[in-house]
């Protein structure tokens, strides 16, 4: 292999390192879910793929499925849920039940 044939595979693998963390960054990144929470809609180890351009053009809606970020116990990780209130709304519990503005869910 001559140079030049070299410099165009470093120049070639930079580039697809440099689109790949630019997409996974700005428009679609994959998650994997970790726990039963989301069942039966996503299965506790299913890899899931996230639009990150949507909530740039709306806003989240009731039923919408989110990747949100929590720090807990000093260290930060992805949690997917369900949107079931928005901002506005009034959540309660009530014998184990979720209610959103006085609406059993």
Same mark, same amino acid.
């Given at each position: 292999?001559? /140079?030049?044939? @070299?410099?165009?595979?470093?120049?070639? @693998? =930079?580039? =697809?390192?440099?689109?790949?963390?630019? +997409?996974?960054?700005?428009?679609?990144?994959?998650?994997?879910? *970790?726990?039963?929470?989301?069942?039966?809609? $996503?299965? %506790?180890?299913?890899?899931?793929?996230?639009? /990150? +351009?949507?909530?740039?053009?709306? %806003?989240?809606?009731?039923? *919408?499925?989110?990747?949100?970020?929590? %720090?807990?116990? &000093?260290?930060?990780?992805?949690?997917?849920?369900?949107?079931?209130? $928005?901002?506005? *709304?009034?959540?309660? +519990?009530? *014998? &184990?039940?979720?209610?959103?503005? %006085?609406?059993?869910?």
């Amino acid at each position: 292999m001559n /140079k030049k044939e @070299l410099w165009s595979w470093i120049r070639s @693998l =930079a580039i =697809a390192v440099v689109l790949a963390l630019l +997409i996974r960054g700005n428009v679609m990144a994959f998650y994997v879910v *970790d726990g039963s929470s989301m069942v039966p809609t $996503l299965a %506790d180890g299913q890899m899931v793929a996230v639009n /990150k +351009i949507v909530y740039n053009l709306s %806003d989240p809606s009731y039923g *919408d499925i989110v990747v949100f970020y929590t %720090d807990r116990y &000093g260290h930060q990780r992805e949690l997917i849920k369900r949107v079931v209130a $928005l901002p506005g *709304d009034t959540i309660s +519990i009530q *014998d &184990g039940k979720l209610y959103v503005n %006085d609406q059993f869910v």
